[in-house]
């Protein structure tokens, strides 16, 4: 059974850092990519950052770039999603996702086979 399971949420003043992590379990994800999504209230979800298996691609989503670095250790199916310089409309949950696509420049929902719990991210003003 595949599971992700995400920590490092929090609420944290704007200006400032968060650094979330997700660990995978129950298979290998050989030629998966790895992501973050996020969900404000009333809003759709949306993609965020994506990263290749070798982790030599990397997609960000325009409002985050610049700000938010994602990485990957396979030896720990773990992604991580450093984020730098937090604005209050970054507030959202924040879920970690694993999925197949052509490229990464096309990431969205539809990609995506699995799912992780989400984790809170809320940045004050």
């Known amino acids: 059974q595949v599971q992700l399971v995400e920590s490092g949420g929090g609420l944290v003043q704007a200006g400032g850092s968060l650094r979330l992590s997700c660990a995978a379990s129950?298979?290998?994800?050989?030629?998966?990519?790895m992501a973050w999504f996020r969900q404000a209230p009333g809003k759709e979800r949306e993609f965020v950052a994506a990263i290749s298996w070798s982790g030599g691609s990397t997609n960000y989503a325009d409002s985050v770039k610049g700000r938010f670095a994602i990485s990957r250790d396979n030896a720990k199916n773990t992604v991580y999603l450093q984020m730098n310089s937090l604005k209050p409309e970054d507030t959202a949950v924040y879920y970690c996702a694993v999925g197949r696509a052509i490229t990464l420049r096309v990431v969205d929902s539809s990609h995506v086979d699995y799912w992780g719990q989400g984790t809170q991210v809320t940045v004050s003003s």
């Open positions: 129950g298979r290998t994800f050989s030629r998966y990519f």
